[in-house]
């Protein structure tokens, strides 16, 4: 598919993330406005609420944007999605008739700040990137025993916390937790040393299901995708993490980007999951191409000092698809519902450069990264700035996520005292 | 304290679950009528909503009790709770002026059919009875190694799933799952085998929190409890658990009880955590006596049989109190919202006949346990029905949270057919 064109003519500029072939949900305010949902085209955000006043989006009886969240569109499912996409292409296209009017609803990005694009019902976080698994396991277990026995036939998750899910842009507290080092007796309290960011994408669901589904009804029920920074504890986590799983070292905070990009957005870059050694059993099977073909990357940011580029990878080196894992979590029974979201799990490619965490990139503290600043990294430092960038490339346009950022401010002196 | 005598004299009865001095708070629909909030005195249950739109209860400005959920209550915060609890023993005391007023609000509990009395915002489940943790422990990794060495130190917990908690009297279909038997190369899709139950008491969070709080603050925030059966698949657990916890194998269901039994109800029969041989960290200590004193036990009803008693203990087995946890859960700086569900974690007593789980009470299902009718279980059988109940004698009275139940149903054919 080529390059749709606008009359918003940043949006045909090869380079912008949010051409009309795009089109991405947000949540935004301006100066003076409440929260509302936006659109991205361009440079510019159109203004959904008004536009749905204005009758210019007029697709069903009952209001889709008087909350703050796309969470009334994604529960009216995929054929309003489908009307609404089409609406808005042709509002947007070049050469539209309601040119006129719908230009005075248009917002310039950089007057809007951006809020969470969703209200998250339950956040599942997943562990399925191959190179990361075999990095952390070799790590820990040594290279022979490096993927666990279930690990090639189970995408394998944990449930997450909803209430720590926050937008790009949100500051992020290094956390207190309990740790023990190994030359230590007994655990301590204190502020986190291991502080850590995992690349992934998140799969929001938009049609709630009550039993097992197939990995086809699986992928239908996908409304979008964001990126996705579950930012981790590893001295905390060490530590709590037997027999149960990771718990307060993943419950501080988990930042998403500010636009969900719409699985149709998605369509033509779709790849194949890898090879595998093992066949999935049916209920897993990939059901047509499963991945997407997203370049990814993340900076770091010292306080005060420019970014460096500190890995490259793309959505495509996952050996689970978010659909496979969306079926796997219903296989029990479990209920899903509209607005919850499914971290992919961090995101490494097969090179030394393309890990998607700290732990992997400093190989457990022991290899620092030397930053185009001079300075090094195992882990993160105060101040550091960490931003995931995502883009699919087209023919003459890129579909892009806006940067998932955070910046870490210093643990709190005495975390009781307030 | 004694007996609290009431107008309704059911409630006045030593035996009686509810008396006034109980009071707890459910959501139940009679014939005609929309799900409504209730509270159980003796054999009636008290409409609140109608007591609301009669102005004979009127604490604020809003109305509470419009939805069918105690969340607006809770959102309230502790200072009308107490309020509350104090105008409902007025308006059902013995000798009570607006007695002939509240009389017609009285519905009988024998024509109710109890819902979820709260919307769950979401799900924690601990791992914080030593016995279990003791026995499990013994059972997978012998007895020198049986609780794993953080256990002594923080309250092991994991994040469940909210969706998935229902009311008693929900039937339970056994779910699918993958599975792998130890003679076996691969895993198989098939209906979980070893079907298991746990028997636990669930604190429900009352007051939002958006950083670490201590463990006064934590005790404070927690509305009331409930009884919590965390129905888990054994053999989906064993393959899927390791490395991030357990996931499918908890999220088919998680029953409750129909009725908050409040923290105010409970106050009498407060007692202490165990002596420990590892003191505590300043952040988890105890701030008083923690637990309480309340009678639980376990019965199992096969298909059109008399019910057996299968397990008796109490509560006040708990290593760490739900105060202890909720301290812990926020340590990260995680926040917690209104409507937050933590599981105690299986409580067993330390004698054979005081397991709160199939699995201990079989010991990994070497040992059938016989019942009254003469049959012998190892895990649950299709039309099991079980029961949890639990109860606090106070001098002259009972406080009860009615009985936990569900029925076993077997799993589907094919769970992918509908």
Redo the contacts between chains.
Sequence with gaps: MPLLKSWVSSANDPANPFPLNNLPYGVFATQGTAPRCGVAIGDMILDMQSAEENRLIDLTDAALFELPFWNDLMEEGPAVWAALRKRLTALLAEGAPERDKVAPLLVPMDRAEMHMPLMV??YTDF?AGRHHATNVGTMFRGAENAL???WL??P?????????VVVSGTDI?R????L?SPDQD????LPCRRFDLELEIGAIVGVASD????VQEADNNIFGYVLLNDWS?RD?QA???????????K???TSISPWIVTRAALEPFRTDTPARE?EL???LKDCGPMLYDVDLSVTLAPEGKAETTIARTNYKEMYYSSAQQLA??T???????VGDLLGSGTISGPGKSQRGSLLELSWGGKEPLTLDSGETRTFLEDGDTLSLHGAAQGDGYTIGFGACTGTVLPALDD??S?
Excluded at 239 to 249: D, M, N, R, V
């Design positions: 019902s339950e562990y666990p026995p279930n036939h189970i394998i998750g944990y449930n997450g916390r909803a209430s720590s507290r956390p207190w937790g309990q023990k007994k655990p301590a309290f039993g097992p589904i197939t504890a905390i530590w709590e993490y037997q027999p149960l799983g990771p718990f307060q070292a419950a501080t905070a093992f059993l049916d209920h796997h979590h296989t029990s029974g479990c209920p899903m519902n975390p009781y307030r």
